[in-house]
């Protein structure tokens, strides 16, 4: 079994003290300070502020998305389902689908608005709500696409979701591989040149490194430390470009086909109403709650739970509220509202908990995690920095020359 020494990384324990000092501080003083523009406090990662009290992620999203023409991109856009097309393949693109809002919205703009041909395709987590098992059946039929739904081997699954929460607090990562794997497999089966999902830089939550990660590297380092072997790990976790080793990456380039990835909402207004106007009208889509994220995950609301034992009384909903604040979809004072509302919820376990420890076949001392502890102690962030080898650069061109000859 490989030790990755995970007693801790120096900044966790850095972390953890500028943490609790800040909470200290906000409790004795009453001094929490949130940004003038969004509503995300002092002591989130990195963030700092400027002499009118507003954060450098507001300034960021401003650099990219304030004057951003949707004409032009919309243009793009076309072209890149256009040269999909024009490739003629069984199916002209790829889309991940959870039966949520956004990767619904996905599948009808490209079926309906943009005459794509799509494979649509689901990873059954193995807790998907019933709302969202219903919205796929009621989306295939009325759409008329091409839907599978992908199960893996669910006692594997379990033990592998088992182990990630006992070991890095959390299970999210687990679903994320399990959807990366569809993804890959069917694009590769079918040659698909095109993968659009539903993930929106603009409007959705983006947690830094410090808050959150999916990483496989950290999932394949919980589920060897678990006692997993490789096989069954590479079965299920495909590794992405930066995890290949240079020989890896050569009989990619050479034997499988090359596709583009896009997030759709990064092209076209993403507008929460507009949404879900179209889903309930042309779609028959069903939620239980009509501003709800995530209504596809049974246990959404234990993600939250479980991140608050890693950071106390870190809000994640703080995230996506600054960015619809941005956006303008929500103002600054409806978010602060909502969120002193989350604040009280949160002490409280969530409705589903003894649900979720009864699926697990968890006890609450398997998810006590008072030592905080999560992905930052399997990774670092400087660890995911991209390494090209040199030969592949050097082979860079007699590539592109090779692929040509071949298409
Ligand atoms: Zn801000």
């Not at 003290?17 to 990662?45: Q, T, V, Y």
């Not at 389902?81 to 990767?103: E, N, T, V």
């Not at 608050?308 to 004072?333: A, H, V």
Request: hydrophobic share 35%.
């Amino acid at each position: 079994m490989l030790d990755i020494g995970c007693a801790s990384w120096p900044f966790y324990d850095n972390r953890n003290i500028e943490i609790r000092f800040s909470i200290f501080k906000k409790r004795i003083f009453g001094l929490m300070r949130r940004c003038a523009k969004c509503i995300l406090p002092d002591d989130f990662p990195n963030i700092k502020f400027d002499s009118n009290g507003v954060c450098n992620y507001c300034h960021e999203w401003d650099r990219k998305w304030s004057t951003f023409d949707y004409a032009k991109a919309e243009r793009e856009l076309v072209t890149i389902f256009d040269s999909a097309k024009a490739k003629k393949r069984r199916y002209d693109c790829l889309i991940p689908y959870s039966g949520g809002r956004d990767s619904s919205y996905v599948v009808y703009l490209c079926k309906n608005r943009y005459g794509l041909n799509p494979l649509v395709v689901t990873f059954n987590n193995l807790f998907m709500s019933q709302h969202a098992i219903q919205n796929i059946f009621n989306m295939s039929k009325i759409l008329n696409v091409d839907h599978v739904m992908v199960t893996y081997k669910p006692d594997i699954l379990m033990k592998m979701y088992r182990a990630m929460i006992k070991g890095g607090g959390e299970f999210c990562s687990i679903c994320t591989t399990g959807i990366n794997y569809v993804k890959i497999i069917y694009q590769k089966l079918f040659s698909i040149p095109l993968i659009i999902s539903g993930t929106s830089t603009r409007v959705d939550e983006q947690s830094p490194f410090e808050v959150t990660s999916t990483h496989p590297l950290y999932v394949r380092r919980v589920l060897i430390k678990s006692g997993f072997f490789s096989d069954e790990i590479n079965s299920l976790l495909i590794k992405r470009q930066y995890e290949l080793s240079v020989f890896e990456k050569i009989r990619i380039k050479l034997f499988d086909t090359d596709y583009v990835q896009i997030n759709l909402p990064d092209y076209i207004p993403w507008d929460n109403m507009e949404i879900q106007q179209v889903l309930e009208n042309e779609l028959g889509w069903e939620t239980p709650h009509k501003h709800k994220d995530h209504i596809d995950c049974k246990f959404a609301s234990i993600k939250y739970y479980l991140k608050n034992k890693q950071i106390p009384n870190f809000i994640f909903t703080q995230e996506k509220y600054s960015q619809l604040i941005r956006d303008r979809q929500m103002t600054r004072k409806e978010a602060l509202k909502l969120l002193d509302k989350k604040i009280q919820n949160e002490r409280y376990e969530p409705e589903a908990f003894d649900d979720f420890l009864n699926f697990f076949n968890l006890q609450r001392k398997d998810i006590d995690n008072k030592a905080g502890k999560s992905h930052l102690d399997y990774i670092a962030k400087d660890e995911l920095a991209i390494k090209e080898g040199v030969l592949l650069k050097l082979m860079s061109t007699p590539w592109k020359i090779y692929k040509k000859l071949k298409h």
